[in-house]
């Protein structure tokens, strides 16, 4: 029988073959170990994200009850006290939690812009347009804001906005004519951008009810808007008073004259109408982390009175909005 011989062509042939072969099945076997990789990394996030939601919910309730015990035990808000010191990074069995609080009632509520009966505040209006210029804003903001929330589909001028403006962009809808829940909402505002929200967002809110402005939190931004009156020396002065003697009530001739002190040629009426030295809502940001997970929530509580059947009781607040963020 005669033996085949391969020539060395044939031999070059079959070793590149085998190569590939060996290069195409480690080419697998890593794709395959990458997917692999991949899948173990979600599926250690998805658990760590998991357990990371474990804590939100105890830590909403532990702001509740930190919010309840403080509401027993004072009729005035200022930013001595412990509410307005950020939580520092606690641990939590294997997790980290941080946060603060915020009182919303130092801040302008733009659900003031419209009254009660569904009409516009021109008072609110005015110290809102002031505030956007302020912070080199469009003022002209304000009455596309006030026309997003009042009940009529008359456009105000100049810059209002009303349906026919909504209706008739590529993707229409309506205003809301009601009242802003959450800030997020005026989105929708024809003239509000992600920069424009973002700049506005330290020194705005959404109450469910009028608000009057807490003195002794407001920025100074706040008070520049509702007082245009008086410049920034005052009202710089003003804001270093309350750290050291806070506001407690217009009852107080101490703290009446301290603020006509600085709010001079106001009013007693126009300052009691506009101040407030205590709050019934704030907003408590809140976050998570646990290895890489890291989860961040908002929510807005609202202090209630006292029962009427039990008068020294307090009262556990109440829950308005809770949010991812």
Request: overall charge positive; charged content about 20%; hydrophobic content about 45%.
């Amino acid at each position: 029988m005669r033996r085949r011989l391969y020539s060395p062509y044939q031999r070059g042939t079959a070793i590149i073959t085998a190569l590939l072969v060996v290069l195409l099945a480690a080419s697998v076997a890593a794709f395959l170990l990458a997917q692999q990789s991949h899948a173990l990394t979600r599926t250690a996030r998805a658990t760590e994200r998991a357990q990371a939601m474990l804590f939100v919910q105890p830590l909403l309730q532990w702001a509740r009850a930190s919010l309840f015990e403080f509401q027993k035990n004072t009729k005035v808000v200022d930013l001595t006290q412990r509410w307005a010191q950020p939580i520092g990074a606690q641990p939590i069995e294997g997790a980290l939690a941080t946060g603060f609080f915020r009182d919303e009632t130092g801040l302008f509520n733009v659900n003031n812009l419209v009254n009660d009966d569904g009409r516009q505040n021109p008072a609110d209006l005015a110290a809102f347009k002031k505030l956007l210029a302020n912070l080199e804003l469009n003022p002209h903001l304000a009455s596309a804001i006030a026309d997003w929330i009042d009940k009529d589909d008359e456009t105000s001028f100049p810059g209002g906005a009303e349906d026919q403006t909504y209706l008739a962009l590529p993707q229409p809808y309506r205003a809301a004519n009601q009242r802003v829940l959450q800030i997020e909402e005026l989105h929708g505002v024809r003239g509000i951008d992600t920069a424009t929200l973002n700049k506005l967002r330290p020194f705005i809110t959404a109450l469910p009810t009028r608000s009057k402005i807490n003195i002794n939190t407001a920025p100074r931004e706040i008070l520049a808007a509702a007082f245009p009156e008086q410049n920034k020396t005052v009202l710089d002065e003003l804001l270093g008073r309350r750290i050291s003697q806070p506001f407690k009530s217009f009852d107080n001739d101490r703290d009446i004259k301290g603020i006509k002190a600085f709010l001079k040629d106001i009013p007693a009426a126009k300052l009691e109408q506009l101040l407030d030295f205590n709050s019934r809502y704030f907003s408590v940001s809140m976050g998570i982390s646990t290895g890489s997970a890291q989860l961040r929530q908002s929510a807005l509580f609202q202090l209630q009175p006292a029962n009427a059947a039990a008068p020294n009781a307090a009262a556990w607040p109440r829950i308005i909005w809770v949010k991812d963020d």
